[in-house]
């Protein structure tokens, strides 16, 4: 690849057909309070909390918890793109007929690099660990280190209006 200048730039007509991303993201590298120090919360003896994600799936209901989440996860190639899916389409039990829209299509990058990667999923009945009713029930604890292999695609399907 080569750059181009603005005026060549300008000569250039055609459609693009997605984009490749490649990136990195650390969670809570310096860690969150010492324990003690968030209300109501217990980090555990001498550790930083990692960082939360809350996301609540109904109005009025409960939480789903990433919870303690810590470290890098590194990526080259994730692809973003838009894909038609009409009715000859195969491997969408005969549904592509009625669909025939596009869809945002993400090319999954061949290797993912988890540095020190950790994070617990839980169930809470807030979004925030100092709320005067919080509960919450760990699930599911996750630590992960080294490469991992990806293949495929994964398609998100819009709603209707």
């Known amino acids: 690849m080569e750059s181009m200048s603005d005026q060549d730039l300008s000569g250039?007509?055609?459609q693009y057909g997605g984009m490749s991303l490649s990136g990195d993201v650390t969670f809570n590298e310096s860690g969150g309070p010492?324990?003690?120090e968030a209300v109501g919360f217990d980090c555990g003896e001498g550790e930083r909390c990692g960082a939360r994600i809350a996301a609540q799936l109904n109005q009025g209901g409960?939480?789903?918890?990433?919870?303690?989440?810590?470290?890098t996860f590194e990526f080259m190639g994730l692809t973003?793109?838009?894909r038609l899916i009409t009715g000859d389409d195969t491997g969408f039990g005969g549904d592509a007929a009625d669909?025939?829209?596009?869809?945002i299509e993400i090319g999954l990058p061949e290797t993912a690099r988890f540095t020190d990667f950790s994070y617990t999923m839980a169930?809470?009945?807030?979004a925030r660990p100092g709320?005067?009713?919080f509960r919450q029930v760990?699930?599911?604890?996750?630590?992960?280190?080294?490469?991992?292999?990806?293949?495929?695609?994964?398609?998100i399907f819009p709603t209707e209006p």
């Open 123 to 126: 169930t809470s009945s807030t």
């Open 99 to 103: 669909f025939n829209r596009e869809v």
């Open 138 to 155: 760990d699930r599911l604890t996750v630590e992960m280190g080294g490469d991992m292999t990806l293949d495929g695609n994964a398609l």
């Open 34 to 36: 010492l324990k003690g």
């Open 131 to 133: 709320d005067s009713d």
């Open 80 to 82: 973003l793109a838009t």
């Open 12 to 14: 250039v007509s055609g």
């Open 62 to 71: 409960g939480w789903i918890v990433l919870d303690d989440l810590q470290g």
